[in-house]
């Protein structure tokens, strides 16, 4: 029996990706099973796609914890979430994917440095939850990290409040790290990981170019047999 396809759509603050999840939920998405309301396609979001995962992530913001400890609750909140999809046997588009939940939500960056051995350890158990159950694909949005940088001033977001009081340099720095570790999965699965930079691409060019990737996915689903 073929696996569904799940595509985790993911990529730093500021990329664009939730301006892109938003025009494809809307009425102008030119990709048609989202809109049918007969469609086997299904969004959901990380970590929020389950209760647990709603109910972790204030603990984590509540409690200062070594960031090993952060990640270990994101193993369970993450598992339930990925559960949750896998019962629901749809397609599935994935706002957020596994590594930026991990690096902004629960200090994947920290916990790297801390015990790198217990954070792959985390992070690739979570993976093969997934890649068990449905043919994943990852869709990554990113920019440079200074393009980043002015996005988010230009929104007026307060980022002391969002990431604990973060200098300029240590966002970018985290931005960084997180483009590394994004291609490092493509290095690991090229085949089924897609690159969409949208340093100058409008609003309208980025939903066409993720429409010509989601074809594409489409077309390799059809074609694994």
């Not at 931005?175 to 100058?200: G, P, Q």
Request: net charge negative.
């Amino acid at each position: 029996m073929k696996k569904p396809i799940l595509i985790e759509i993911d990529g730093p603050e500021g990329a664009s990706k939730s301006t892109l999840i938003g025009a494809l939920q809307g009425k102008a998405s030119p990709i048609v099973e989202f809109k049918s309301a007969t469609s086997n396609w299904k969004f959901c979001r990380l970590p929020g796609t389950s209760k647990l995962g709603e109910y972790l992530r204030p603990v984590v913001k509540e409690f200062k914890m070594l960031p090993q400890t952060s990640l270990g609750i994101a193993l369970a909140g993450m598992s339930d979430a990925y559960q949750d999809m896998i019962n629901s046997k749809c397609n599935i588009i994935v706002d957020r994917g596994l590594t930026s939940v991990l690096m902004y939500q629960f200090n994947l960056d920290g916990a790297y440095k801390a015990n790198p051995i217990l954070a792959e350890t985390i992070y690739d158990t979570l993976r093969r939850q997934v890649e068990a159950a449905f043919d994943y694909y990852r869709v990554i949005v990113w920019a440079h990290p200074s393009i980043i940088v002015d996005r988010l001033s230009k929104r007026g977001i307060d980022k002391k409040d969002k990431y604990d009081s973060l200098s300029e340099a240590q966002f970018a720095e985290m931005v960084d790290t997180y483009i590394k570790l994004a291609k490092d999965e493509v290095h690991f699965n090229e085949e089924k990981t897609f690159l969409l930079n949208t340093d100058k691409l409008t609003i309208e060019e980025e939903v066409k170019s993720f429409e010509d990737i989601f074809n594409h996915i489409k077309g390799m689903h059809e074609k694994d047999i």
